[in-house]
């Protein structure tokens, strides 16, 4: 599985992720919260389409889309981890 | 409404600069980001990275200078705006903008822009880069630098560039499991004498930096291999492995990660939706704005900065941004113009660039093509495929635009950043024109319906 | 490649290219010229209605035309879809104009009693809001009513065209023809790459069509307006039927439009009039407001002074024709049949007289 590992220690910050609790490291992004946790293709290109992966982690690539505490199509780079976020992914284009 | 003399697009090494200038000469100025902290890319989470003993130790040197910049520009009152997303902009200096940490559409309008929205990674394609596991090497080095993350699992690094290098002694010291290298250059570059030794006179550090790289790819114990045809990366619902020919063997890398990168390119889509004059550099292989050597553009009060008016690296960023805004001040307020500072950001100008040039030569942009066959994704958001693409264009489609109606080919969310340039450059290719771009429209990023009736109406 | 065609056609947006389907048919040797370029211009901006509810009041003769087109889409879709494989993609899903308010309700219901007996009015019903809301679930507690029509529908414009390009491929040749110019035995087109001669020209440029035409004797006083409109990323299905404003294409994207501004040639936008399409689409579907805007652009309709479509057909030079208007999706069919039959016989004039540039006469003073 494509995972993350950590060389530094930092706070951990618990989000829910489609229903489960997943731990993140303070300051990271949500798309790189789901990433480290092997958790890479995330959003759809279409209705019941293919997975898409993020690419860039810089908010270019608009292949992290996520429905964040109720927004859908969130750029999940752009958004860093807080206690008791709700992400919702596996949605076309972020609609959770 | 907010009414200000200068607005930055962009708080990079350019930004900083920019800012510490106009607001130093005691122009209003705002700073839109959207990151939530200030630096940029390079300078990405730089208050986190310089406390993180371990972080510190291994990203510690692109660090240099950083949080000096931040200060600056606070200091000299420049206003930063964290978490804002440029929506549109107009070439009068009216903006909108999407603020993430407080809510709502936002409306600016300046005397004055400097766009310096820096670079992003050039995007290749090839059969099964959608697959998750394959990423950006800038992206695993974001990961590194936002959350201290490793990729775990064995690696294969490909492309080429300095950034490439500079990822590669990053995840080796590390302590990632790096298992290849397919390198799009060769081992040793050969340059012309005179071009060394200009870029050596001019900028040391930047030569010396390049050759420690270089021979930090020598000394690492992780094969290279040259000559990379019939790539794919295999797997089913991830990268399992990377297959390609090299030396016209077939070989086969097991890994968790294919990080890739072939160079970076100017972000231009403000300055594409102001509408404004762009060029396509032919051995850069990238859209550019059409400037002066101070940044400034010609139709509209917009001057351009950093790497988005062209790829110059970061220390050559921060004296564009300096030089940009001492001409927004000599334009804005004449009497508060040093203009003994410019002139001398001029001559570090002048200083730095055989060492630029120097990268440029020793890295020559590829064929974004090279790689592909007629069933890889070519449009990763509509999943638009190149043979579809190819088709369009046999059947007359004379202009990118015509190839992105006819097949969809990024009209996606994130609305051609990654495919365009590609899809441009084949079209003009295949119907012998001048290389194009897709329009680029508002809302510069997608925007929730219900976000858009927080704008104040009129 | 033959420097000489009987008919040449200038301009290969939907109106040229579904009139070179037409006298394709007819065995004519035709030309279409595409001025190339990056851009198809209104063709590639367009909203893509096939609309008849409310077109041809006090004018019959556009009631008809349009009525005769929507009746035509089915066989025009399917004879497309075969030839080439792109579907253009039509629904006669039936089309509803939406009332947000009791005003807007009340003049819906005194236009529909005055027109009662006018052919623009046929087979269209006022509904009220649970109505609608029961046809149409997702419509929310604003909607007061509407008016429906079974005979609107709706289609993708980008495909249409597409579909037509592919059909007329054989025909195309890229060259931006700047001046025609009349011979003794036809016409002389001039391009920067070189010069074709054709027996006759019909002109369907658009936009640039009266500056082709004036010297042919043509002209149909043609104006720009510009709307704006905003499309989504893609949704689930909601919606079936074409909201006048508001449709979700087969691809799921929902598209909004409704300004209607006379700005020149500036086909740019403005972010207060993607406010108030959105304010607006939100009151009619309030899930809307969780899905995201994707592209904003603006278009430039080619509208004649009396929004009428334009079948000219030159009095001082036989066999030069001006055909245009601002409906290109909603007439496409019935231009690659009768208005292509029309021509095909030189009898333009004599079908549409009503539609004819003599009535402009004065009318773009």
């Known amino acids: 599985m494509s995972t993350m590992r950590r060389i530094s220690k930092r706070p951990t910050v618990t989000i829910t992720v489609d229903g489960a609790p997943l731990a993140a490291h303070a300051g990271d992004s949500v798309a790189l919260a789901l990433l480290a946790a092997g958790r890479g293709g995330f959003c759809a290109d279409a209705p019941g389409g293919s997975p898409r992966a993020p690419l860039c982690l810089m908010g270019v690539c608009f292949g992290c889309l996520a429905d964040i505490d109720g927004r859908a199509g969130e750029q999940a780079c752009m958004v860093l981890v807080r206690d008791g976020m709700i992400v919702k992914t596996g949605g076309h284009d972020g609609t959770g | 409404m907010e009414r200000v003399d200068v607005a930055i697009l962009g708080a990079g090494p350019a930004g900083l600069a920019a800012a510490t200038v106009a607001a130093g000469a005691g122009l209003s100025t705002i700073v839109l980001d959207d990151q939530g902290a200030p630096g940029g890319q390079i300078w990405r989470a730089a208050g986190d990275v310089t406390r993180d003993r371990a972080l510190a130790r291994l990203l510690g040197a692109s660090y240099g200078g950083a949080m000096e910049a931040i200060g600056a520009a606070q200091a000299a009152g420049a206003v930063f705006h964290p978490a804002c997303d440029l929506i549109d902009a ?60 490793v990729p775990d699992g064995p690696v294969v690094l490909m492309g080429q560039g300095p950034l490439l290098l500079l990822v590669l002694q990053q995840l080796l010291a ?88 072939d160079g970076v390119i100017p972000n231009t889509q403000v300055t594409q939706l102001l509408g404004l004059a762009h060029r396509w550099d032919n051995a850069a292989r990238c859209l550019v704005p059409v400037c002066d050597d101070l940044g400034r553009m010609e139709g509209a009060p917009v001057w351009v900065a950093g790497d988005g008016a062209g790829i110059g690296g970061a220390r050559l960023a921060g004296v564009r941004g300096a030089r940009a805004a001492h001409d927004v001040v000599r334009a804005l307020a004449p009497d508060r113009h040093d203009a003994p500072a410019a002139r001398a950001l001029a001559q570090t100008a002048a200083r ?78 295949d119907t012998d024109t001048p290389v194009g771009a897709l329009r680029v429209r508002p809302p510069l990023k997608p925007v929730l319906l219900a976000d858009y009736l927080t704008l104040e109406q009129e | 490649m033959s420097r000489g065609a009987d008919i040449a056609i200038i301009g290969a947006g939907l109106v040229g290219s579904a009139l070179a389907l037409g006298l394709t048919r007819h065995g004519a040797q035709v030309a279409l010229f595409d001025a190339g370029g990056d851009d198809f211009h209104a063709s590639a901006g367009n909203f893509g209605l096939v609309w008849v509810q409310g077109k041809g009041i006090e004018a019959p003769v556009y009631a008809d035309l349009t009525r005769r087109s929507v009746a035509l889409w089915p066989a025009f879709q399917a004879e497309l879809a075969e030839a080439t494989g792109h579907d253009p993609a039509y629904r006669r899903s039936g089309g509803l ?103 006759r020209v019909v002109i369907a440029a658009g936009l640039a069509s009266d500056a082709l035409g004036a010297p042919l004797g043509l002209s149909a006083h043609l104006r720009p307006q510009r709307g704006q409109i905003l499309v989504t990323q893609r949704m689930e299905r909601f919606l079936d039927l074409a909201c006048h404003t508001v449709r979700q294409t087969t691809q799921g994207t929902v598209m909004m439009g409704d300004t209607k501004e006379d700005v020149g040639y500036d086909r740019g936008t403005t972010p207060m009039a993607a406010r108030a399409m959105v304010a607006r689409a939100v009151r009619m579907f309030p ?38 208007c601002h409906s290109g999706v909603t007439l496409a069919a019935v231009h690659a049949r009768d208005v292509a039959d029309a021509i095909a016989t030189d009898r333009l004039t004599d079908t549409w007289p009503e539609l004819n540039q003599t009535r402009l006469k004065g009318a773009a003073a």
Not at chain 2, 117 to 129: K, S
Not at chain 2, 253 to 258: E, F, G, H, V
């Open chain 2, 90 to 149: 107009n070439g009068d200096g009216a903006l909108v903008w999407l603020d993430r940490a407080n809510g709502g559409l936002r409306e600016g309008q300046a005397r004055a822009l400097i766009v310096a929205t820096g670079a992003r990674e050039r995007a290749v394609p090839f059969p099964g880069w959608t697959l998750p596991g394959v990423i950006n090497a800038g992206a695993m080095q974001i990961a590194l630098k936002q959350g201290g993350a």
């Open chain 2, 174 to 261: 590390a302590g990632a499991d790096l298992r290849a290298v397919l390198a799009f250059d060769g081992a040793v570059p050969s340059v012309p004498f005179g071009a060394m030794a200009r870029a050596v006179f001019g900028d040391p550090g930047l030569v010396a930096q390049g050759a420690r790289l270089l021979l930090g790819r020598m000394r690492a114990k992780v094969p290279v291999y040259r000559d990379i045809a019939n790539l794919r990366a295999v797997g089913g619902d991830r990268i399992e492995a990377v297959a390609f020919d090299s030396d016209r063997r077939r070989q086969q890398i097991p890994c968790t990660w294919l990080g890739v990168h």
């Open chain 2, 352 to 429: 730095l660039a055989p060492a630029r040039a120097l990268v440029a030569a020793l890295w020559p942009a590829r064929d974004p093509l090279a790689l592909v066959d007629d069933d890889t994704v070519l449009c990763r958001c509509e999943g638009v495929r190149v043979g579809t693409v190819r088709a369009a264009i046999a059947a007359g489609a004379s202009g990118p635009n015509r190839a992105k109606v006819a097949t969809r080919c990024g009209m996606g969310p994130c609305q051609g950043r990654i495919c365009g340039p590609i899809l441009a450059e084949w079209v003009a290719r």
């Open chain 3, 97 to 199: 104009k939406i009332a947000l308010s009791d005003g807007e309700f009340a003049t819906q219901t005194d236009t529909l009693a005055r027109l009662h007996n006018q052919r623009a009015a046929l087979n269209t019903e006022l509904m009220d809001g649970d109505s609608l809301r029961a046809m149409i679930p997702a419509l929310g507690p604003e909607v007061r009513g509407g008016t429906f029509c079974a005979e609107d529908g709706h289609a993708d414009p980008l495909a249409t065209h597409a579909a037509l390009r592919r059909a007329t491929q054989r025909a195309i040749i890229r060259a931006h023809i700047h001046r025609i110019e009349p011979t003794a035995r036809g016409f002389t087109l001039h391009s920067e790459t070189g010069t074709y001669e054709a027996t």
């Open chain 3, 287 to 324: 899930h809307l407001a969780d899905a995201r805007i994707v592209r904003q652009w603006g278009a430039l309709r080619v509208m004649s002074p009396d929004g009428l479509p334009v079948y000219a057909q030159s009095e001082t030079h036989p066999g030069a024709y001006l055909v245009t």
